[in-house]
Nanobody, 121 residues
């Protein structure tokens, strides 16, 4: 059974940094795409950053230049480095991945459980 487990959230002061991690566990064939989403209080879920197997990166305008998505294939783990955090970055952050569990099969969409990030002085 494939699971995505996030960690690294917490309370940080404005201007600070956090690094979120998302570990993919279970038997898989490939991670085709990965992404981070967030849901701010009273808002819908929004894309923060994404990367596909071809290396194409996409960032929300609000985080460009401050957040960086990366991955470690050997560890089946991907990250979101968040710098220069602002109060408006406060949200529950979710990792997402399109994963093929067996060669020759199409990918399926998986989500983590979410991790709270609070930016406050």
């Amino acid at each position: 059974q494939v699971r995505l487990v996030e960690s690294g959230g917490g309370l940080v002061q404005p201007g600070g940094s956090l690094r979120l991690s998302c570990v993919v566990s279970g038997s898989i064939y490939s991670i085709n795409a990965m992404g981070w989403y967030r849901q701010r209080p009273g808002k819908g879920r929004e894309l923060v950053a994404a990367s596909n197997s071809g290396g194409t990166l996409k960032y929300a305008d609000s985080v460009k230049g401050r957040f960086t998505i990366s991955g470690d294939n050997a560890k089946n783990t991907f990250y979101l480095q968040m710098d220069s955090l602002k109060a408006e970055d406060t949200a529950v952050y979710y990792c997402n991945a399109d994963i093929t569990v067996r060669q020759g099969y199409s990918g399926d969409d998986y989500w983590g459980q979410g991790t709270q990030v609070t930016v406050s002085s």
